[in-house]
C-alpha cells in the first residue's frame, strides 16, 4: 500500500470517526420507559433497538406474591415519529397458603408508539402508546379468554435542566372481561447528577363497576454510558385495595442495526 493510500484511508477512517460520534451525540442518552409507572414520550432512536428488563417481587396481599424474572421491553425506531414494541415476561405467581404456583411465560404484548408533537412553552411533549396483549401466546395455565386493548397519552414538561414532570392518561383491558379499567400517573424526576437520576411518582387505576385503587413508588437510575442505563426501584399500596409493596431492579441498553 502506497503512502498515498494510506493517507486516503486514514482521512476515510477520520471523517467516518467523526459522523458516528456526532451521531451518538445527537441522539443523547438512553431514555427508558421504566422503572415507574409512567411511561416516556421518547421515540427510540431510528434504526436502534433498545431493550429494556426488569427483574421484580410484588407482593399482592398477604396471601399471593409475585415475581417476575424478567419482564422484556423490546423496542424498535422505525423513523424519528414511531417505534414498535414488544413485552415477553416469564411470571411466577404464589399463594403463600396453599403453597401453589404458577410459573410461565404471561401473554405476549405488541404495540407501538407514536410521536404527537414536541414541547412548546406550556404544551407538553405528548405521544401516544396503543398496545395488544395476545391471549394464545403465551403459557397454556396463563392464557386469557381474550385478546385486550391498552392505550395511554404520554406527556412531559422539563421545568428546569434538571427536574421534570411527566404524567399518563388510559385505559387497559384484562382478557377476561369486556370492563375496561381507567389509569392515570403523575411523576417528578430529579438529575443529581449527569449520571445518576431520581423520581417519585403517584399512580392508580380505575375500574368501570368496581373501586379505584392507587399506589406510591419511587427509586432510582443510573447512565452507564449513553446506551447503558441501570435502575432500582419501590413502592407500596396507598390505599387497602391496591398492591402492598414491590420492588424491582432492571438493566436497559441500546444498539443501532443500521
Not at 408533537?117 to 404544551?123: A, D, M, P, S, T
Request: proline fraction near 4%; aromatic fraction near 14%.
Amino acid at each position: 500500500m502506497t503512502v498515498t493510500n494510506k493517507i486516503i484511508y486514514f482521512l476515510l477512517w477520520l471523517i467516518l470517526s467523526n459522523v458516528n460520534n456526532l451521531h451518538a451525540q445527537q441522539i443523547g442518552p438512553i431514555q427508558l420507559d421504566r422503572p415507574d409507572q409512567t411511561e416516556t414520550p421518547a421515540i427510540v432512536p431510528v434504526g436502534y433497538i433498545q431493550a429494556e428488563n426488569g427483574f421484580l417481587m410484588e407482593n399482592s396481599d398477604k396471601e399471593n406474591r409475585a415475581f417476575t424474572y424478567p419482564s422484556c421491553l423490546w423496542k424498535y425506531g422505525i423513523n424519528e415519529r414511531m417505534e414498535l414494541r414488544v413485552i415477553t415476561e416469564i411470571a411466577e405467581i404464589q399463594n403463600k397458603t396453599n403453597k401453589n404456583s404458577v410459573v410461565g411465560l404471561m401473554p405476549v404484548t405488541i404495540g407501538f408508539k407514536a410521536n404527537l408533537w414536541k414541547e412548546k412553552g406550556i404544551v407538553p411533549h405528548t405521544s401516544f402508546i396503543g398496545h395488544l396483549t395476545t391471549a394464545n401466546v403465551s403459557t397454556k395455565n396463563l392464557r386469557t379468554t381474550f385478546a385486550a386493548p391498552s392505550f395511554r397519552f404520554l406527556m412531559a414538561h422539563n421545568i428546569t435542566p434538571a427536574f421534570s414532570i411527566s404524567y399518563n392518561l388510559g385505559a387497559e383491558w384484562n382478557g377476561e372481561t369486556a370492563e375496561e379499567s381507567y389509569l392515570y400517573t403523575f411523576a417528578t424526576g430529579l438529575s443529581i447528577t449527569n449520571r445518576l437520576g431520581m423520581y417519585a411518582e403517584l399512580y392508580g387505576f380505575a375500574p368501570r363497576s368496581s373501586l379505584a385503587w392507587h399506589g406510591f413508588d419511587g427509586g432510582f437510575t443510573y447512565l452507564i454510558n449513553n446506551n447503558i442505563m441501570i435502575d432500582l426501584s419501590g413502592g407500596f399500596g396507598v390505599t387497602e385495595n391496591a398492591p402492598d409493596n414491590y420492588v424491582a431492579f432492571g438493566f436497559s441498553y441500546r444498539f443501532n442495526l443500521m
